[in-house]
């Protein structure tokens, strides 16, 4: 008898007592629809509806989890169908598929392993492990079931108990996906979120273009402060008609600022001149960060930060392929300072909301616990990307929990570029918060009543609550 891909117990303990509870509070809430606020999907599939391609494009390609991975044992990108120099690729999707099959053992004991046995069993009914003896089968099955109807992206969405996603686009967007999908009729909730690193950013490749084509589509000279922070809230105000309930901000550290107006636009017309240092780049972005947190206040959109990662890392990597290959790499950061000009000025007023992940876990239970677990303002985001997974999921909550409380958190966001992997993700957070309070109960620290609200509030009410949703 052919092993099961998925056991039913997954990520529950072993402990009996344990377990037991645990599956009586994931069956509570496993079939909650998905609440997924901050994420990467492309809206342009939601807009026109039509069939992805094939297997490799839709799973492997956009996925910087598998890319990193397999690029470490020495498989180059352009045996993954990458080109250098924007040129065409004409490797064959089938035989990247098959690249990837055969390294699939690679993925043992990773999240992502688990996120892919997912798709593949639950969405594909592919219930038997991958490998280079049925990688046609599997690549050929998948490839023809995207071609139905309801493999569509809508109806995936659909099936998929999606209740609201949120895409990340750049004050330079125009939006017309969301606007598309916004006149169509179609009942599902997409939305967009405000990422401006590309205009704030002044080390950001393109960065004086990107001011250029913001004065263009603001009708502001930029020639001052005043009027480049003009500039962006009419950005802002945009997305927030077109659906957007946040910001998003994935800066180098979590440094902010509080300067006086004269050297707000001194230290502005030395950045615009294109004589600045890396400090004066530092200084702008940590003074931004804090602009960006006074017009969350005006304006309503919650304030998301994302710092801590030294991104494309592999400079010739990035020369050649671009962003997004699996070059991101954690870095020490620091808050208890760094964000101390940003809350002295707001983080007293419950109005405002800002939502800060993490990298280094090192600073879970030193810092951003006491932090959230203070400041009205603070809500933690949860264990994020290099921490995506059921090990990362425990420590945070192990960390956090006992200064900050479940209720100062804001539940789980899959953060992902991988559409079919995040019923996955969701599917992961919900046990893993489930077997950690299940541990709880057990202990005789919560009633399973307790524990069942909880669960609950974990997986839908604390994320609609942060996001505004």
């Not at 494009?57 to 990193?68: A, C, N, V, W």
Request: proline share 4%; net charge negative.
């Amino acid at each position: 008898m052919a092993q099961q891909l998925l056991h039913p117990d997954r990520l529950f303990s072993a402990e009996v007592t344990q377990r037991e509870i645990a599956k009586r509070l994931y069956n509570g809430v496993k079939d909650l629809p998905i609440v997924s606020p901050h994420g990467h999907t492309d809206p342009r599939w939601f807009a026109d509806d039509q069939c992805f391609s094939n297997a490799t494009e839709l799973l492997i390609q956009p996925d910087h989890y598998l890319l990193r991975m397999l690029y470490s044992q020495g498989i180059t990108m352009e045996q993954l169908g990458f080109s250098a120099d924007g040129k065409q690729s004409a490797v064959d999707p089938k035989s990247v598929w098959r690249i990837f099959a055969a390294h699939y053992y690679l993925f043992l004991g990773t999240p992502t392993r688990m996120w892919m046995d997912y798709v593949f069993a639950e969405v594909f009914l592919l219930n038997e492990c991958l490998t280079i003896d049925n990688a046609d089968l599997f690549y050929e099955h998948i490839t023809d079931s995207l071609q139905q109807d309801e493999f569509k992206p809508r109806a995936l969405f659909e099936r998929f108990n999606v209740e609201v996603i949120a895409t990340t686009e750049s004050p330079l967007d125009d939006l017309k996906h969301h606007k598309k999908i916004k006149d169509s009729g179609w009942q599902g909730k997409v939305i967009t979120a405000f990422r401006p690193d590309n205009v704030i950013d002044p080390e950001f490749e393109g960065f004086e273009a990107n001011l250029k084509r913001l004065s263009e589509l603001t009708d502001e000279p930029l020639d001052t402060f005043s009027s480049y922070l003009s500039s962006l809230f009419k950005r802002r105000a945009f997305f927030k008609e077109m659906g957007a309930t946040s910001s998003d901000h994935g800066h180098l550290s979590a440094r902010t600022l509080d300067l006086s107006a004269d050297e707000k636009e001194q230290l502005y017309l030395t950045i615009r001149s294109g004589n600045f240092s890396a400090d004066d780049a530092d200084k702008f972005r940590a003074q931004m960060l804090t602009e960006m947190a006074v017009m969350s206040l005006e304006d309503g959109l919650v304030m998301q930060i994302h710092p801590g990662v030294h991104r494309n890392h592999n400079q010739q990597l990035f020369n050649q392929f671009g962003r997004d290959k699996g070059a991101d790499i954690p870095i020490a950061t620091e808050y208890v300072a760094n964000l101390k000009p940003l809350l002295n000025k707001l983080g007293n007023n419950p109005k405002f909301r800002l939502i800060i992940f993490t990298l280094d876990e090192t600073t879970y239970a030193r810092e951003l616990a006491p932090l959230a677990g203070h400041y009205p303002a603070l809500k933690l985001g949860p264990a994020w990307w290099f921490n995506d997974s059921p090990e990362g999921m425990r420590r945070f909550r192990e960390q956090t929990t006992e200064t900050a409380g479940f209720y100062n958190t804001v539940g789980f966001n899959d953060d992902t570029r991988a559409f079919l992997s995040i019923p996955a993700r969701h599917d992961v957070a919900r046990r893993m918060d489930c077997a950690f309070l299940a541990q709880l109960v057990a202990e005789h620290r919560l009633t399973e009543s307790q524990a069942s609200q909880i669960a609950y509030d974990l997986t839908y009410t604390l994320v609609k609550q942060a996001y505004d949703l």
